[in-house]
């Protein structure tokens, strides 16, 4: 019989091994979130979590974070591609199990100083995943002697890069946060973090997405703001900015591969026009997927096309604009609440705004900044990908939202809770 602590146990083993290997390797994802949902049906007595959710408002509001899936479920109803939405349900199950596994699970389970572990775990298999890729990296580069294996795809190996730049940007914010609230001590201990912060930048600005970039200018400005404003530290503030905006821009500009797709998104801006020839650039062509998902969504403005006839409209819109390239790589809206509105219409847009908007309220009133840092990231990310549809994001968004609403306090907390 496993006995209570062990449960415990158990509980904090998996959560950190489940962040480890989130950054990793995606095929062993669900494995893992199985182990977690078996040790959750191992420590029993439903009775019992039933309680904690209906004695805990906080618990009871964990569970709307389900509602967006629930939303995802009826709209399976009305769709014509049945098989393509039951598709879509399964990558999107983390939208569930997340939100009602942590509204009742222990409150052991939910102590600061496991999530202190949880996030360091996530930190370290970032790094893992750097490492593995640049080795890859030079791997071919040895063979074919082809320096565009160190950028963009080829770089990452593991994951899409633009999520990938979103894990490192995040691991980013976790590492200056810890410095700053002094959790990270020792003067080789900090020197080394901040080592890291560095490496980080380099392998976001060689990941080459555009989003993983500004990603990361939006990650230094959060944390200089939150720096000067929030912590009164002015000169704190204004000195990490410089660096790190300084050393951003030298490692920007040192490696032109990922400086020129901004200068080929600046060229296709200035000379975008919807409903031209179809262009090369993938922001030109991401424009114009946008401008189009529109025109689907003010015919279907209420409820929607149907979970699992997204993709239909969109081929179909594709198709007949002679947008080829689109249709034939079955291109999404990628761009979160487009393709939420397409789905389930402007119902829909509104519960998955809620889900970012009402956590971000609650972060700033419980000063958990960490958690907004998460929210705004995700929040921006979700404008160039549609990150509810793979895997990828999907696990990530729904893991790291329900986590940091269930521990309430910032996992950097004096308090080391229990």
């Known amino acids: 019989m496993i006995n209570q602590r062990n449960i415990i146990r158990l509980y904090q083993a998996e959560l950190i091994i489940f962040a480890f290997l989130l950054p990793i390797y995606r095929k062993v994802i669900p494995y893992a979130i199985a182990m977690i949902i078996i040790t959750w049906f191992f420590d029993g007595d439903l009775t019992a979590k039933i309680k904690r959710v209906m004695n805990s408002s906080h618990r009871t509001n964990l569970l709307l974070f389900a509602g967006i899936y629930i939303l995802y479920l009826i709209g399976l109803s009305y769709s014509d591609n049945f098989g393509t939405g039951l598709f879509n349900l399964e990558v999107k ?62 770089l990452s190996v593991l994951i899409h890069p633009s999520y990938l730049a979103m894990y490192v940007c995040f691991a980013i914010a976790v590492l200056l946060y ?23 930048q380099l392998f976001v600005v060689m990941l080459s997405s555009k989003a993983g970039i500004l990603g990361l200018i939006l990650v230094i400005a ?45 060229e296709v801006l200035e000379q975008a026009e ?69 789905a389930l219409g402007i119902v829909g847009l509104i519960v998955l705004l809620l889900t970012l908007l009402l956590p971000a309220i609650f972060s700033v009133e419980q000063r958990h900044y960490l958690y907004l840092m998460f929210l705004v990231l995700i929040s921006f990310n979700f404008l160039f990908e549609s990150m509810l549809e793979t895997q990828a994001g999907v696990v990530f968004y729904a893991f790291f939202n329900a986590y940091f609403f269930s521990i309430k306090k910032d996992p950097v907390s004096p308090e080391t809770g229990s």
Request: with cysteine; hydrophobic share 50%; net charge positive.
């Open 274 to 342: 919807v409903g031209g020839a179809e262009v090369a650039n993938s922001t030109g062509e991401r424009i114009m997927i946008w401008y189009y998902t529109f025109e689907i969504t003010n015919e279907n403005f209420l409820f929607g096309v149907g979970t699992g006839d997204v993709i239909d409209h969109l081929l179909s819109k594709y198709n007949e604009k002679g947008m080829r390239n689109a249709f034939d790589l079955q291109l999404n809206a990628h761009n979160q609440y487009l393709q939420t509105f397409l």
């Open 93 to 154: 199950l983390s939208l569930f199990i997340f939100p009602v596994m942590f509204a009742s699970i222990r409150k052991e389970v939910l102590s600061l100083k496991i999530s202190r572990r949880v996030l360091t775990s996530f930190v370290f298999g970032v790094f893992a995943s750097m490492l593995l890729c640049y080795s890859v990296a030079f791997f071919e580069y040895a063979q074919n002697g082809n320096v565009e294996t160190f950028y963009y795809s080829s």
């Open 178 to 200: 810890y410095n700053l609230k002094a959790y990270i001590r020792g003067r080789l201990n900090i020197i080394l973090s901040m080592i890291l912060v560095l490496l980080f």
């Open 222 to 266: 959060l944390f200089s703001a939150y720096t000067i404003f929030s912590e009164k530290r002015l000169l704190t503030g204004l000195f990490s900015g410089f660096v790190l905006s300084v050393s951003f821009l030298i490692l920007f500009f040192l490696f032109p591969a990922s400086s020129a797709r901004f200068e080929q998104t600046r």
